[in-house]
């Protein structure tokens, strides 16, 4: 059946696949620079949590391939909607990274502004922006603008009911949304095997008559043409797609984790042999699309962008106490008025 998804996950940069493309050089260039200014500006926003300028940082160190691909897959007219560990994603969309840092440096709001971006807030329930994105989407349709959204989830999220209601909606109503799951083994630290005995999480489609894959999450230009075909079959107006990416998270859950406890050196020793950077300037030195030039004037690129964030983060922002009562109620009670009053009096007599 057309929605089945591949019987193991698509890879192209070892071995061609007769139904994806490989993309142009110019594209996976732009992906290979993505994924690393991405890794240095993630290892300077952990750097920035060890200082105390974040409160905390949920690392995507390893899942370049499919933060990147992501945000490299959709167009300026579409919608993507993160989760707390799509930092790298949202970036690689071009949003100031200062921005993107705002809700992790527990600011009230999450930084960027959401219409002009069409990002989403980054979203720490797991799932319920996959109902959002599916209602969007179902509005985009209705109003034939030809936009399509796109949900970041982790395996984790595969778990949460509204998963399940976002899936079943968005067939009903054959919304134009995209679903990347980015299986990083593990929700926290609960193993992939203790979620689910499904063949894939790709497989969790079917029942509901949703187009599924799964991917190779570590080959760059495999995650790149299985998320353009994803895109294109739901701007058609083919209904959702739903694709699985298999990748890793080589750091722990967030700066709070101690992720020696549920996995072992050498699991993580055998990922790091298939990293998604390293594989994509091998595939790209081979084809003669890179040499030692690129790589070094693109890692400069990457350490001035890191060095621009650190500067700019370490100002400390402007805290306005007043703002704990303006967006409350739509008209403040005569409790809050009496503590603003309270709260004003205290400010003045300093």
Same mark, same amino acid.
Not at 179 to 185: D, I, S
Not at 235 to 259: C, I, K, Q, W
């Given at each position: 059946m057309e929605w089945l998804p591949s019987s193991s996950p698509v890879g192209l940069l070892e071995q061609p696949d007769p139904n994806y493309p490989v993309p142009e050089p110019p594209r996976l260039l732009a992906a290979y620079r993505a994924m690393v200014v991405g890794r240095r500006f993630d290892a300077q926003a952990t750097t920035l949590t060890k200082q105390g300028r974040l409160a905390v940082y949920p690392s995507s160190r390893g899942q370049e391939a499919c933060q990147v691909g992501a945000a490299l897959s959709i167009g300026a007219q579409d919608w993507l909607f993160p989760t707390y560990r799509d930092s790298v994603a949202l970036v690689t969309r071009g949003i100031d990274p200062v921005e993107v840092l705002t809700l992790l440096r527990g600011d009230w709001h999450c930084g960027y502004d959401v219409p002009s971006t069409r990002t989403a807030p980054q979203c720490t329930p797991l799932a319920t922006q996959t109902l959002h994105a599916v209602g969007l989407a179902h509005g985009e349709a209705r109003k034939g603008s030809g936009a399509v959204a796109l949900a970041l989830i982790g395996d984790g999220a595969t778990s949460e009911g509204d998963f399940h209601e976002?899936?079943?909606?968005? $067939? =009903?109503?054959? $919304? *134009?949304?995209?679903?990347?799951?980015? #299986?990083?083994?593990?929700?926290?630290?609960? &193993? /992939?095997? !203790?979620?689910?005995?499904?063949?894939?999480?790709?497989? !969790? @489609?079917?029942?509901? @008559?949703?187009?599924?894959?799964?991917?190779?999450?570590?080959? $760059?230009?495999? =995650? /790149?043409?299985? /998320?353009?075909?994803?895109?294109?079959? $739901?701007?058609?107006?083919? @209904? *959702?797609? /739903?694709? +699985?990416?298999?990748?890793?998270?080589? +750091?722990?859950?967030? #700066?709070?984790?101690?992720? @020696?406890?549920?996995?072992?050196?050498?699991?993580? +020793?055998?990922?790091?042999?298939?990293? &998604?950077?390293d594989r994509l300037e091998r595939h790209l030195r081979a084809a003669g699309h890179l040499d030692d030039a690129a790589v070094e004037r693109i890692a400069a690129e990457a350490e001035e962008f890191a060095a621009q964030v650190r500067s700019r983060m370490q100002a400390e922002p402007t805290a306005d106490p007043a703002e704990l009562f303006r967006h409350v109620y739509a008209e403040p009670t005569p409790q809050l008025r009496e503590q603003l009053a309270q709260l004003q009096a205290e400010q003045e007599a300093l």
């Open positions: 976002a899936l079943n909606f968005a $067939a =009903v109503f054959r $919304a *134009p949304v995209v679903f990347l799951v980015q #299986n990083n083994g593990y929700a926290i630290s609960v &193993p /992939l095997a !203790k979620q689910s005995v499904a063949p894939s999480l790709a497989h !969790k @489609g079917i029942g509901y @008559g949703v187009r599924s894959e799964q991917v190779d999450g570590n080959d $760059a230009a495999a =995650v /790149l043409s299985v /998320l353009d075909a994803a895109v294109a079959h $739901a701007r058609s107006g083919a @209904g *959702p797609f /739903l694709v +699985e990416a298999h990748t890793y998270r080589m +750091e722990a859950h967030t #700066n709070a984790d101690d992720a @020696g406890r549920y996995r072992s050196a050498d699991e993580v +020793e055998q990922w790091r042999q298939r990293d &998604p950077i």
